[in-house]
């Protein structure tokens, strides 16, 4: 039997695990293994930026005709706040996504497409979050880095499928729907923009803002990607307790995307 490490490296140990993001990921990986009709086609799915660099796509998981990236973000305090000046649905079924569609031609060729669909579950949706990492705040960064980064992974997954054929696009449309995992606090703040001051560029106090815990929300605004740009993206935020719960409310209202505004992925 090997040697036991001394308390003091042990306790290294102990505080790296504490300090990593990949125990989260292997529990979220296994959310989706036990979840039925999932499979988990891929962890750590490497892709290449247009810098060259290797990059990783978390967890894919698949589901028939729909594909979905995960990125995992774990964290010790973030509060995740997303606003929705009203007025605004307070919540809506549709999802601006990529897609695979078989193209009728005598090679059976699958091309990308950008598009908005009817999908479950309702959620808000909002294109600004803050995102505060004290309890002061006052210490925000944003979101839109990771969530970036997880679109671009997305393309270069889907790209690969198409050029792989590796999903079966014969009879249904395959829709790619990204979703970040967080254990992060998730809340809505609905308010009136006229209660912010033009002079401070702060609420009037005390602030006229309704603040809501929420479980999942669209995180919508144009993302860009290699190539053309196909506008405005969705990327679904789903706080990690109610995951489980996301997974098996997912699904298309119809058959498939709308043609309005449908954009050609290169």
């Not at 060259?52 to 990125?71: K, N, S």
């Not at 309704?210 to 993206?233: L, M």
């Amino acid at each position: 039997m090997a040697d036991q490490p001394d308390s003091e490296v042990l306790q290294a140990v102990i505080n790296a695990l504490l300090a990593s993001g990949f125990p989260f990921q292997t529990a979220v990986a296994q959310v989706v293994s036990q979840c039925q009709g999932y499979r988990l086609a891929g962890e750590e799915v490497a892709w290449r930026d247009d810098a060259g660099a290797d990059q990783f796509l978390d967890l894919v998981a698949h589901r028939g005709h729909v594909v979905i990236p995960i990125e995992c973000k774990k964290t010790q305090k973030e509060i995740l706040t997303f606003l929705q000046p009203s007025p605004a649905d307070r919540d809506v079924n549709r999802a601006r996504c990529i897609y695979l569609s078989k193209i009728q031609d005598s090679a059976r060729r699958s091309l990308l497409f950008c598009s908005d669909w009817q999908l479950m579950p309702k959620s808000p949706e909002s294109a600004f979050c803050v995102v505060s990492t004290s309890a002061s705040g006052k210490d925000q960064r944003m979101l839109e880095r990771d969530v970036q980064q997880l679109v671009r992974g997305t393309d270069a997954y889907a790209r690969r499928c198409r050029d792989e054929r590796s999903v079966d696009t014969s009879l249904l449309d395959t829709l790619i729907v990204p979703l970040l995992v967080t254990n992060a606090k998730l809340f809505i703040a609905e308010y009136d923009p006229a209660n912010v001051s033009l002079e401070s560029g702060q609420f009037a106090m005390p602030p006229q803002a309704k603040v809501s815990p929420i479980r999942w929300v669209r995180f919508r605004k144009a993302f860009t990607s290699v190539g053309k740009d196909v506008g405005d993206r969705t990327v679904f935020v789903v706080a990690a307790p109610a995951f489980p719960g996301f997974l098996r409310k997912l699904d298309t209202i119809d058959a498939g995307p709308s043609q309005d505004g449908r954009i050609r992925v290169p």
